[in-house]
Protein backbone atom coordinates (compact mmCIF):
# COMPACT_ATOMS: atom_id res chain seq x y z
CA UNK A 1 0.00 0.00 0.00
CA UNK A 2 1.04 3.38 -0.83
CA UNK A 3 -0.31 6.62 -0.20
CA UNK A 4 0.88 9.88 -0.58
CA UNK A 5 -0.35 13.65 -0.09
CA UNK A 6 -2.83 14.41 -3.55
CA UNK A 7 -2.71 18.58 -2.24
CA UNK A 8 -2.94 20.76 0.73
CA UNK A 9 -5.74 23.40 1.63
CA UNK A 10 -5.14 26.24 3.58
CA UNK A 11 -7.48 28.93 4.58
CA UNK A 12 -7.01 31.86 6.60
CA UNK A 13 -3.54 30.91 7.73
CA UNK A 14 -0.26 33.36 8.16
CA UNK A 15 -0.51 35.52 5.04
CA UNK A 16 -2.57 32.97 2.96
CA UNK A 17 -6.51 33.59 2.83
CA UNK A 18 -7.26 30.79 0.62
CA UNK A 19 -4.87 28.35 -1.45
CA UNK A 20 -4.86 24.87 -2.55
CA UNK A 21 -1.88 23.59 -3.06
CA UNK A 22 -1.29 20.60 -5.49
CA UNK A 23 1.92 18.03 -5.11
CA UNK A 24 3.43 16.16 -7.27
CA UNK A 25 2.60 12.33 -7.82
CA UNK A 26 6.57 12.12 -7.22
CA UNK A 27 8.64 14.76 -5.54
CA UNK A 28 7.51 18.20 -4.69
CA UNK A 29 9.90 21.20 -3.93
CA UNK A 30 9.11 24.39 -1.93
CA UNK A 31 11.70 27.01 -2.91
CA UNK A 32 11.55 31.15 -2.49
CA UNK A 33 12.72 33.92 -0.79
CA UNK A 34 13.45 33.90 3.32
CA UNK A 35 9.75 35.11 4.35
CA UNK A 36 7.66 33.77 1.19
CA UNK A 37 5.75 31.18 2.77
CA UNK A 38 7.77 28.11 3.03
CA UNK A 39 7.65 27.01 6.99
CA UNK A 40 3.99 28.46 6.85
CA UNK A 41 3.11 25.36 4.43
CA UNK A 42 5.37 22.56 6.48
CA UNK A 43 3.87 23.74 9.73
CA UNK A 44 0.37 23.97 8.53
CA UNK A 45 1.16 20.33 7.43
CA UNK A 46 2.68 19.33 10.42
CA UNK A 47 0.11 20.63 12.76
CA UNK A 48 -2.86 18.09 10.64
CA UNK A 49 -0.17 15.17 10.54
CA UNK A 50 1.17 15.02 14.36
CA UNK A 51 -2.66 15.91 15.76
CA UNK A 52 -1.38 18.53 18.45
CA UNK A 53 -2.87 22.15 18.61
CA UNK A 54 -1.98 22.45 22.09
CA UNK A 55 1.93 21.80 21.86
CA UNK A 56 3.05 23.48 18.60
CA UNK A 57 6.98 23.16 19.55
CA UNK A 58 7.15 21.26 16.65
CA UNK A 59 6.80 24.46 14.33
CA UNK A 60 9.51 24.88 11.72
CA UNK A 61 12.02 26.79 12.90
CA UNK A 62 14.26 26.66 9.68
CA UNK A 63 14.21 29.94 8.55
CA UNK A 64 14.96 32.22 11.61
CA UNK A 65 16.48 29.76 14.68
CA UNK A 66 15.54 32.65 16.67
CA UNK A 67 11.95 32.82 15.67
CA UNK A 68 8.86 31.84 17.99
CA UNK A 69 5.79 31.23 15.60
CA UNK A 70 2.91 30.61 17.71
CA UNK A 71 -0.34 29.13 16.54
CA UNK A 72 -2.03 32.53 17.26
CA UNK A 73 0.43 34.03 15.11
CA UNK A 74 -0.23 31.68 12.59
CA UNK A 75 -4.38 32.09 12.94
CA UNK A 76 -4.37 35.60 12.84
CA UNK A 77 -0.99 36.37 10.45
CA UNK A 78 1.52 38.10 12.45
CA UNK A 79 2.59 40.73 9.79
CA UNK A 80 5.24 42.75 12.51
CA UNK A 81 6.43 43.12 15.70
CA UNK A 82 6.90 46.74 17.02
CA UNK A 83 8.82 47.19 20.65
CA UNK A 84 6.57 49.40 21.59
CA UNK A 85 3.09 48.32 20.10
CA UNK A 86 4.19 44.66 20.29
CA UNK A 87 2.61 41.68 17.85
CA UNK A 88 -0.29 43.29 14.94
CA UNK A 89 -2.11 41.54 12.71
CA UNK A 90 -4.03 40.92 9.60
CA UNK A 91 -7.07 39.42 11.24
CA UNK A 92 -8.61 40.90 14.24
CA UNK A 93 -12.13 40.01 14.17
CA UNK A 94 -14.14 36.68 14.42
CA UNK A 95 -12.85 33.60 11.70
CA UNK A 96 -12.45 30.29 10.87
CA UNK A 97 -9.62 28.98 9.81
CA UNK A 98 -8.65 25.04 7.47
CA UNK A 99 -6.09 23.40 7.38
CA UNK A 100 -6.58 20.24 5.32
CA UNK A 101 -4.56 17.29 3.51
CA UNK A 102 -6.02 15.26 0.64
CA UNK A 103 -4.71 11.77 0.85
CA UNK A 104 -4.72 9.20 -2.28
CA UNK A 105 -4.45 5.61 -1.55
CA UNK A 106 -2.71 3.71 -5.12
CA UNK A 107 -3.89 0.42 -3.79
CA UNK A 108 -7.37 1.02 -2.92
CA UNK A 109 -7.77 4.23 -5.39
CA UNK A 110 -9.40 6.34 -2.75
CA UNK A 111 -8.91 9.21 -1.37
CA UNK A 112 -9.53 10.60 1.87
CA UNK A 113 -9.05 14.14 3.62
CA UNK A 114 -7.14 14.91 7.22
CA UNK A 115 -8.12 18.19 8.66
CA UNK A 116 -8.93 21.00 11.36
CA UNK A 117 -11.12 23.50 11.74
CA UNK A 118 -10.51 26.50 14.09
CA UNK A 119 -12.74 28.88 15.29
CA UNK A 120 -10.98 32.24 16.29
CA UNK A 121 -12.33 35.27 18.16
CA UNK A 122 -10.40 38.41 19.14
CA UNK A 123 -11.35 37.59 22.87
CA UNK A 124 -9.66 34.42 23.04
CA UNK A 125 -6.36 33.46 24.37
CA UNK A 126 -3.79 31.08 22.84
CA UNK A 127 -4.89 28.08 25.05
CA UNK A 128 -8.43 29.33 24.40
CA UNK A 129 -8.52 28.87 20.20
CA UNK A 130 -11.44 26.10 20.10
CA UNK A 131 -10.51 23.88 16.96
CA UNK A 132 -11.89 20.42 15.82
CA UNK A 133 -9.60 17.59 13.71
CA UNK A 134 -11.93 15.53 11.13
CA UNK A 135 -11.23 12.77 8.92
CA UNK A 136 -13.64 12.63 5.69
CA UNK A 137 -13.16 9.26 3.53
CA UNK A 138 -13.32 11.43 0.27
CA UNK A 139 -11.11 14.15 -1.31
CA UNK A 140 -11.17 17.93 -0.09
CA UNK A 141 -14.68 19.08 -1.03
CA UNK A 142 -15.65 21.26 -4.18
CA UNK A 143 -16.59 23.94 -2.46
CA UNK A 144 -12.85 23.91 -0.51
CA UNK A 145 -15.38 24.05 3.50
CA UNK A 146 -16.62 27.82 2.42
CA UNK A 147 -20.26 28.37 1.95
CA UNK A 148 -21.24 32.06 0.26
CA UNK A 149 -17.69 33.45 0.91
CA UNK A 150 -17.63 32.00 4.46
CA UNK A 151 -15.45 29.59 5.61
CA UNK A 152 -17.27 26.50 7.72
CA UNK A 153 -16.99 27.21 11.36
CA UNK A 154 -16.80 23.81 13.78
CA UNK A 155 -20.65 23.81 14.14
CA UNK A 156 -20.79 24.30 9.99
CA UNK A 157 -18.60 21.24 9.40
CA UNK A 158 -19.89 19.16 12.37
CA UNK A 159 -23.76 19.73 10.17
CA UNK A 160 -22.39 18.92 6.79
CA UNK A 161 -20.20 16.09 7.45
CA UNK A 162 -21.80 14.47 10.74
CA UNK A 163 -19.89 14.18 14.07
CA UNK A 164 -18.69 10.91 13.10
CA UNK A 165 -16.14 12.52 10.95
CA UNK A 166 -14.84 14.63 13.49
CA UNK A 167 -13.36 13.79 17.02
CA UNK A 168 -14.00 14.81 20.71
CA UNK A 169 -10.47 15.17 21.14
CA UNK A 170 -6.68 15.40 19.68
CA UNK A 171 -5.93 11.98 21.58
CA UNK A 172 -9.20 10.42 19.13
CA UNK A 173 -7.39 12.05 16.13
CA UNK A 174 -3.87 11.01 16.88
CA UNK A 175 -5.20 7.08 17.42
CA UNK A 176 -6.92 7.24 13.85
CA UNK A 177 -4.26 9.13 11.67
CA UNK A 178 -1.44 6.93 11.68
CA UNK A 179 -3.46 3.24 11.05
CA UNK A 180 -4.85 5.49 7.76
CA UNK A 181 -1.89 6.47 6.81
CA UNK A 182 0.37 3.64 8.07
CA UNK A 183 -1.27 0.87 9.14
CA UNK A 184 1.54 -0.70 10.81
CA UNK A 185 2.75 2.53 13.06
CA UNK A 186 1.18 3.60 16.20
CA UNK A 187 0.86 7.59 16.75
CA UNK A 188 4.29 7.84 18.94
CA UNK A 189 6.19 5.50 16.50
CA UNK A 190 4.66 7.93 13.63
CA UNK A 191 5.57 11.02 15.55
CA UNK A 192 8.82 10.65 16.08
CA UNK A 193 9.62 9.90 12.79
CA UNK A 194 7.86 12.53 10.94
CA UNK A 195 9.91 14.78 13.53
CA UNK A 196 13.15 13.27 12.12
CA UNK A 197 12.29 13.91 8.54
CA UNK A 198 11.72 17.69 9.03
CA UNK A 199 14.37 19.83 9.20
CA UNK A 200 14.36 21.86 12.22
CA UNK A 201 17.10 24.39 11.42
CA UNK A 202 20.16 24.81 9.12
CA UNK A 203 22.14 22.38 9.71
CA UNK A 204 25.41 23.04 10.46
CA UNK A 205 26.64 20.44 12.87
CA UNK A 206 26.07 16.90 11.48
CA UNK A 207 27.38 14.79 14.97
CA UNK A 208 24.72 17.13 16.73
CA UNK A 209 22.07 16.41 14.33
CA UNK A 210 22.83 12.59 13.63
CA UNK A 211 22.19 12.17 17.22
CA UNK A 212 19.47 13.74 18.08
CA UNK A 213 16.67 13.25 15.09
CA UNK A 214 18.71 10.19 13.44
CA UNK A 215 19.47 7.90 15.90
CA UNK A 216 16.92 6.31 18.72
CA UNK A 217 17.50 7.39 22.53
CA UNK A 218 18.45 3.25 23.55
CA UNK A 219 20.13 2.33 27.13
CA UNK A 220 22.53 -0.26 27.27
CA UNK A 221 23.60 -2.60 29.84
CA UNK A 222 27.27 -3.01 30.06
CA UNK A 223 26.64 -5.20 33.34
Known sequence: M?????RILLTHWSYIQHAVIDFSKYVTLLYGKSGSGKSSIIDASLLVLLGDAKNTKFFNKASNAKSARTLEDYLRGMNEVNAERGKSYIRDNDFSSHIAIEFYDDTEDKTFTAGVVFDVSPYQTRTSIEHRFFILD??????????????????????????????????????????????FLKHDEFSVMLKKAVAFKTVDDIKTFIIQFVCEDTVIDLK
Open 2 to 6: AIRIN
Open 138 to 183: FGIPENRFIENGVPYNIEKLIKVFGKKATFPSDLNYRDELPARVFN
